[in-house]
T-cell receptor, first 112, second 111 residues
Framework: DGGITQSPKYLFRKEGQNVTLSCEQN?????MYWYRQDPGQGLRLIYY???????QKGDIAEGYSVSREKKESFPLTVTSAQKNPTAFYLC???????????FGSGTQLSVL | EDQVTQSPEALRLQEGESSSLNCSYT??????LFWYRQDPGKGPEFLFT???AGEEKEKERLKATLTKKESFLHITAPKPEDSATYLC????????????FGSGTRLSIRP
C-alpha cells in the first residue's frame, strides 16, 4: 500500500544532542513537508521541499535542518539549537496538481 | 496576515445531537480550504477540499460548506466514533506551497 512512513514513533533527546526524524513516502509525490504540533495548537510549518535537492524554510525553521537527496525521503534533524523541541512532528506530502496533503503517523519527541 | 480561526475549541455532544464546527479565514486569496480529522497520537486524515463560495461536500454524517469568509463542518446524528479533533486549513495564492492550519476543534460524542 502507498503511504508515508515516519520513524521512530517515539524519540527522546538529551540536552545538547541532535536527533533525526525519518520520513519516507512511496506515493511518488514531488512535495514534502514537516510540521510541528503542540498541544492545543495548529500545525506549524518547519520546512518544505517541492523538488529533490531544493527546500525552503517555513514559519519556524530555527533549530531545525532538512535534506532532500531522494524524492522518497525528507529527513528532519532537530539540532541542539532548538531549545524547546518537545512536540509531535508530522511529515506530509502532496503531488503536483493535487492540493491536499497526505500525512504520516507522526513522531513524538520528548526531552530527557 | 493570512489567518485561520476555528471555533469552538472543544465541543461535547450527545450521540445523535447534530451540530456545526466553524472555520473562519482571513486570507489574501483563497486557493482551497481543507478539512481533516485527527485521532489522538495519529496524523491528520483528509476529509474534504472546497474551492469556491457556495460549494458543499458530503461524506457519511459530515457535510462541509464554504462562504467567502468561513466554512462549516456540519455533523448530523453523530456517533461516538466521530470523536476526534477536526482541523481546518487553507492554501493561498500568494504562497501556494504553504498550507495554514487552524488550531482545531476537539469533538467528543457521548453514547
Amino acid at each position: 500500500d502507498g503511504g508515508i512512513t515516519q520513524s521512530p514513533k517515539y524519540l527522546f533527546r538529551k540536552e545538547g544532542q541532535n536527533v533525526t526524524l525519518s520520513c519516507e513516502q512511496n506515493l511518488n509525490h514531488d512535495a514534502m513537508y514537516w510540521y510541528r504540533q503542540d498541544p492545543g495548537q495548529g500545525l506549524r510549518l518547519i520546512y518544505y521541499s517541492q523538488i529533490v535537492n531544493d527546500f525552503q524554510k517555513g514559519d519556524i525553521a530555527e533549530g531545525y535542518s532538512v535534506s532532500r537527496e531522494k524524492k522518497e525521503s525528507f529527513p528532519l534533524t532537530v539540532t541542539s539549537a532548538q531549545k524547546n523541541p518537545t512536540a509531535f512532528y508530522l511529515c506530509a506530502s502532496s503531488s503536483q496538481g493535487e492540493e491536499k496533503l497526505f500525512f504520516g503517523s507522526g513522531t513524538q519527541l520528548s526531552v530527557l | 496576515e493570512d489567518q485561520v480561526t476555528q471555533s469552538p475549541e472543544a465541543l461535547r455532544l450527545q450521540e445523535g445531537e447534530s451540530s456545526s464546527l466553524n472555520c473562519s479565514y482571513t486570507v489574501s486569496g483563497l486557493r482551497g480550504l481543507f478539512w481533516y480529522r485527527q485521532d489522538p497520537g495519529k496524523g491528520p486524515e483528509f476529509l474534504f477540499t472546497l474551492y469556491s463560495a457556495g460549494e458543499e461536500k458530503e461524506k457519511e454524517r459530515l457535510k462541509a460548506t464554504l462562504t467567502k469568509k468561513e466554512s462549516f463542518l456540519h455533523i448530523t446524528a453523530p456517533k461516538p466514533e466521530d470523536s476526534a479533533t477536526y482541523l481546518c486549513a487553507v492554501r493561498v495564492y500568494s504562497s501556494a506551497s504553504k498550507i495554514i492550519f487552524g488550531s482545531g476543534t476537539r469533538l467528543s460524542i457521548r453514547p
